[in-house]
């Protein structure tokens, strides 16, 4: 039997080790277009030059002799046969499978922005180790002091912080009126704002670009939906992350935004499995699938779907979104629903001297945190999500500083700290 | 496997296990020289909970799926052979997924060094724990598991 691996970053090495935990034998392909493995979150803090290329790997170095997985490096798969169980490779290759894993991750969104070509030098996408060494290539040959980058999401956030640490002055363009506009709101946001104020950058909300102004291939200006015309010669393009569903066209694997999995990661095509930012899973909150692109999920998903494949039957329970985000030495994390638009949720504040805490409820229990400058015990927040915790006894205790175990009902933190499983 | 357990009706709020668990992971290993350091009071590797008479000290349950491991962006947080979890502080970027992940909230940050500060270790290298071996009231156990 063979296992064909599609994509190769956390969601395959979650599923490989998965797969090897229940099947020593059968073989295991992988197919990637990259060129080695690398933690794609890391790819802030090596722009940065916190960490060093040779640093980015996230497994151990003998991992492939280890799994006894064949990796084949800089193979794109063009096509999926699913009647002939095959995939075909950009150079024609005919590979077979008897299970395949789809984890293809996401790729930038372009804006079709009125004189956008793909081959304007100074303009740079943040998501692939590949395009940070050239967009690195590009800020030391032409000495850049000062970008635009278009999004002040996620990825935005984090082009944002390698760039601050290259002091480099930047400019953020956002349609929303505060920056990681799907978790924060704008208090949350204001904590931000002030340090890249102090950081000499500034923020333009509420603002897009109408024109890009290039001469000769090379950036020039940027002109912007306020009417003001901006010199720059390096733009970042942060808009977003689309799931790479490219390869299902034609295919017969349902595809929604993301590629649609039951809770076995596998799609509506027995024996083709998908995981991480290109699937579309349960997600717990909602019951409903969606696309979470974050690092966690994407590693359980992997493990779920591997132990299938591998014909240990295990269910994916759904997670929510969660992230932690660090910009100019202001930690965050969130968790869940964060900025409710109906009014039947009720909402925990409080903040005090930089530290911000929100807290979404419905129904007495926890659907959504915000946390900045205030991290500590985090993940406590997360459990009672998941557990569904009735907190309406709780409510003064969790916005406190001395928050913790204690304040949790007995017998749930008895469960918790002393029961079986997971515990001790 | 070993695992410590805590037992909340004994502990009498005494922050001993604080105490022996910072100099335990101390550069000195002495009490006075640990606590009295230029560096100011080290972190112990337990969070001490207290509320009003209900007080006691909870660790790192090394979780047989531990999600900080899944979380982990560079797996800095990784598991030994004998089941300990476990920090690289080499690896650590201070992402704090961790932090986020940990539903027991036992990993501690250490903001200024961008580095996970402190986390139990289940004193590796140690025959016991240091907070299990000077616990005066047996809060702090350890039971062996499977």
């Given at each position: 039997m063979?296992?064909?691996?599609?994509?190769?970053?956390?969601?395959?090495i979650?599923?490989?080790?998965s797969?090897?935990?229940?099947?020593?034998?059968?073989?295991i392909?992988?197919?990637?277009?990259?060129?080695?493995?690398?933690?794609?979150?890391?790819?802030?803090?090596f722009?940065?030059g916190q960490v060093?290329?040779?640093?980015?790997?996230?497994i151990?170095?003998?991992?492939?002799?280890?799994?006894k997985?064949?990796?084949?490096w800089?193979?794109?798969?063009?096509?999926?046969?699913?009647?002939?169980?095959?995939?075909?490779?950009?150079?024609?290759?005919?590979?077979?499978?008897?299970?395949?894993l789809?984890?293809?991750?996401?790729?930038?969104?372009k804006?079709?922005i009125?004189?956008?070509?793909?081959?304007?030098?100074g303009?740079f996408?943040?998501?692939?180790?590949?395009e940070?060494?050239?967009l690195?290539k590009?800020?030391e040959?032409?000495k850049?002091?000062?970008?635009?980058?278009?999004?002040?999401?996620?990825?935005g956030?984090?082009?944002?912080?390698?760039?601050?640490a290259?002091?480099?002055?930047i400019?953020i363009?956002?349609?929303?009126?505060?920056?990681?506009?799907?978790?924060f709101?704008?208090?949350a946001?204001?904590?931000?704002?002030?340090?890249?104020?102090?950081?000499?950058?500034?923020?333009?909300k509420?603002?897009?670009?109408?024109k890009?102004?290039?001469?000769?291939?090379?950036?020039?200006?940027l002109?912007l939906?306020?009417?003001?015309?901006?010199?720059?010669?390096l733009l970042?393009?942060?808009v977003g992350v689309?799931?790479d569903?490219?390869?299902?066209?034609g295919?017969?694997?349902?595809?929604n935004?993301?590629?649609?999995?039951?809770?076995?990661?596998e799609?509506?095509i027995?024996?083709?499995?998908?995981?991480?930012?290109?699937?579309?899973?349960?997600?717990?909150?909602?019951?409903?699938?969606?696309?979470?692109?974050?690092?966690?999920?994407?590693?359980?998903?992997?493990?779920?779907?591997g132990?299938?494949?591998?014909?240990?039957?295990?269910?994916?329970?759904?997670?929510f979104p969660?992230?932690?985000v660090?910009?100019?030495g202001?930690p965050?994390?969130?968790?869940?629903?964060?900025?409710?638009?109906?009014?039947?949720?009720?909402?925990l504040?409080?903040?005090?001297?930089?530290?911000?805490?929100?807290i979404?409820i419905?129904?007495d229990?926890?659907?959504?945190?915000?946390?900045?400058?205030?991290?500590?015990?985090?993940g406590?927040f997360?459990?009672?999500i998941?557990q569904?915790?009735?907190?309406s006894?709780?409510?003064?205790?969790?916005?406190l500083?001395?928050?913790?175990?204690?304040?949790?009902?007995r017998?749930?933190?008895?469960?918790?700290?002393?029961?079986?499983?997971?515990?001790? | 496997m070993?695992?410590?357990?805590?037992?909340?009706?004994y502990?009498l709020?005494c922050?001993?296990?604080?105490?022996?668990?910072?100099t335990?992971?101390?550069?000195?290993?002495?009490i006075?020289?640990?606590?009295?350091?230029?560096?100011?009071?080290?972190?112990?590797a337990?969070?001490?909970?207290?509320?009003?008479?209900?007080?006691?000290?909870?660790?790192?349950?090394?979780?047989?799926?531990?999600?900080?491991?899944?979380?982990?962006?560079?797996s800095?947080?990784?598991?030994d052979?004998?089941?300990?979890?476990?920090?690289?502080?080499?690896k650590?970027?201070?992402?704090?997924?961790c932090?986020?992940?940990?539903?027991?909230?036992?990993?501690?940050?250490?903001?200024?060094?961008?580095?996970?500060?402190?986390?139990?270790?289940?004193?590796?290298?140690?025959?016991?724990?240091?907070?299990v071996?000077?616990?005066p009231?047996h809060?702090?156990i350890?039971?062996?598991?499977?």
């Open positions: 063979r296992h064909l691996i599609i994509g190769y970053s956390v969601a395959a979650s599923a490989i080790k797969i090897r935990e229940f099947d020593k034998a059968s073989e392909v992988v197919l990637t277009d990259e060129t080695s493995v690398y933690s794609r979150p890391l790819i802030s803090y722009l940065a060093m290329k040779n640093k980015l790997s996230f151990p170095k003998d991992f492939e002799e280890e799994m997985i064949t990796v084949r800089n193979t794109a798969a063009k096509k999926i046969d699913s009647k002939k169980k095959t995939v075909s490779t950009a150079d024609n290759e005919i590979i077979k499978y008897d299970r395949l789809i984890c293809t991750g996401g790729v930038p969104i804006l079709p009125d004189g956008y070509f793909e081959d304007i030098s303009i996408t943040f998501v692939k180790l590949g940070v060494e050239k690195i590009y800020i040959k032409n850049i002091k000062e970008c635009v980058i278009l999004g002040a999401g996620l990825i956030m984090k082009a944002a912080e390698g760039l601050l290259r002091k480099i002055k400019r363009v956002e349609m929303a009126d505060r920056l990681l506009a799907n978790t709101d704008k208090t946001s204001a904590l931000l704002e002030e340090k890249l104020k102090e950081s000499g950058s500034e923020f333009l509420e603002t897009t670009i109408k890009i102004i290039s001469k000769a291939k090379k950036l020039e200006a002109e939906s306020s009417g003001k015309t901006i010199k720059t010669r970042i393009m942060a689309r799931p569903i490219e390869l299902c066209k295919t017969g694997v349902a595809v935004r993301g590629i649609v999995v039951n809770t076995k990661m799609t509506n027995p024996g083709i499995y998908a995981a991480g930012d290109v699937a579309e899973g349960r997600e717990f909150l909602s019951g409903e699938n969606a696309v979470i692109a974050i690092w966690p999920v994407a590693a359980r998903q992997g493990g779920v779907a132990a299938n494949m591998a014909g240990k039957i295990t269910e994916y329970d759904g997670m969660m992230n932690s660090t910009i100019l202001v965050s994390i969130s968790f869940g629903l964060t900025n409710p638009k109906t009014a039947d949720y009720q909402i504040l409080s903040s005090e001297g930089g530290r911000y805490k929100k979404v419905k129904e229990r926890i659907v959504g945190v915000v946390l900045v400058n205030a991290i500590e015990r985090a406590i997360g459990l009672l998941k569904k915790l009735d907190v006894a709780l409510k003064k205790q969790l916005l500083d001395d928050f913790g175990f204690l304040v949790l009902p017998d749930f933190r008895k469960h918790f700290v002393t029961g079986e499983g997971t515990e001790v | 070993k695992k410590i357990v805590i037992r909340e009706e502990c709020g922050r001993l296990c604080e105490v022996h668990c910072a335990a992971h101390s550069k000195s290993k002495n006075i020289k640990t606590f009295k350091s230029a560096q100011g009071r080290p972190l112990s337990l969070v001490f909970e207290e509320q009003g008479y209900t007080t006691f000290a909870l660790q790192c349950r090394h979780c047989k799926d531990a999600p900080c491991i899944e979380s982990c962006l560079t800095a947080m990784y598991k052979k004998h089941g300990t979890v476990l920090h690289d502080t080499e650590c970027v201070g992402c704090w997924m932090i986020m992940a940990c539903p027991f909230g036992v990993i501690k940050p250490d903001l200024k060094e961008k580095k996970v500060g402190s986390k139990c270790d289940f004193c590796t290298g140690r025959e016991k724990p240091a907070c071996e000077h616990c009231n809060a702090i350890l039971k062996e598991y499977r």
